[in-house]
């Protein structure tokens, strides 16, 4: 096929733009897609990294302090009251501390003053064994009708062969504040959940109950489809108790680093091409007129006309076309009216025409 200059610079054009655009989407966007994927949950990794390790933290020092208070009881039973009045001074966060037994009717209870009695049901479902300690039990508790977090701590003792359950009960605010303030993407989903229910969960739409269960100190990387939408799910063990913190960040989130690239790439290429389109045809139109003007001289020469001159194009490249056609005119115009004595180069100069000279 014959195609024009213009044609085939439009052709060219739009074969480097397709090209460019099959380059974008085929080839960088899976790579781009994948590299953003891995750094963002490496970063959740190291968010929800740090979170477990103050609660495992605060957990563990809250442990400690109910194995302290059993070790005091076992020790000095007769001061029991005593003991638990003296720590809820030293440990302000501690809510309440009951003491009872399986095979008493009585039971030992100190409140701080400074919270209202709280209204728990606690459940056997509730308690999650620790890792460090099989005799001790935590639980993230709720007062539905204060609408308010607890956790809670509970340890095993004897005195005089008679066993005692001690249970202390902790304002929740410091690990709700920790778990609340992960630094994550916009409809994010993070919670904390034990083997058999979801203790702490924040506003989602994803369901933590279809995460797959894994084992202890095991960290877990999974791909989910819920509502219509692909989730990373991001699984850690506590290192202390037998809970899990599970984080689930829909792909759609994750991926408008490559959205925007995909969309600005496409804008450019396009914009680029539409340049390159105009680009070309008006260069090609510069081009195309003065080789128009030269065919339709060329054209009159061929009709045996040789009064018009031949327009000299401003192209460099064709101007020396335009005066070797023009010299060929004025040759064939001399030729063609031989009384002409004069020649007329394309420079303007004028020759004496030698074939007219007579000799004496």
Known sequence: MKLS??????????????L????VWTIIRPKYEASVITEHMNTIQHLQTYAIEDLDHTITSWSDVTHFI???????PKEGEIILHSMIALHPEIIQIKIQSPKLSDELTSQNTSYPLPNLQMNDSLWVRSKIDS??????????SAHQNFFATQARFQVQNIPFILTVVWDAKKLNTLFAELPLSE???????????????????????????????T?????????????????????????WMIIAVPEKTMLKPVENLLLYSTIFIIGLAFMMFVFGWILTLQIKRPIVRLVKDVQRLSNLDFTQPIQIPAIKDLRNLGEALEQMRQALEQYQHPNNNELHYADGSKGQDESSDTTA
């Open 187 to 217: 409809g994010y989903s993070a919670s904390i959940q034990s083997a058999s229910s979801v203790l702490l969960q924040n506003t989602s739409s994803f369901k933590t109950t279809e995460v797959h269960s894994i084992q202890d100190n």
């Open 5 to 18: 200059f213009q044609n085939r610079i439009f052709i060219v054009v739009g074969i480097f733009a397709v």
């Open 135 to 144: 005799m001790l039990h935590v639980a993230w508790l709720k007062d539905t």
């Open 70 to 76: 059993a070790g005091q009881v076992t020790e000095h």
């Open 20 to 23: 460019a655009l099959l380059t």
């Open 219 to 243: 960290d877990a990387l999974q791909s989910m489809r819920q509502n219509k939408s692909n989730w990373i799910v991001l699984t850690s063990a506590f290192q202390t108790v037998q809970l």
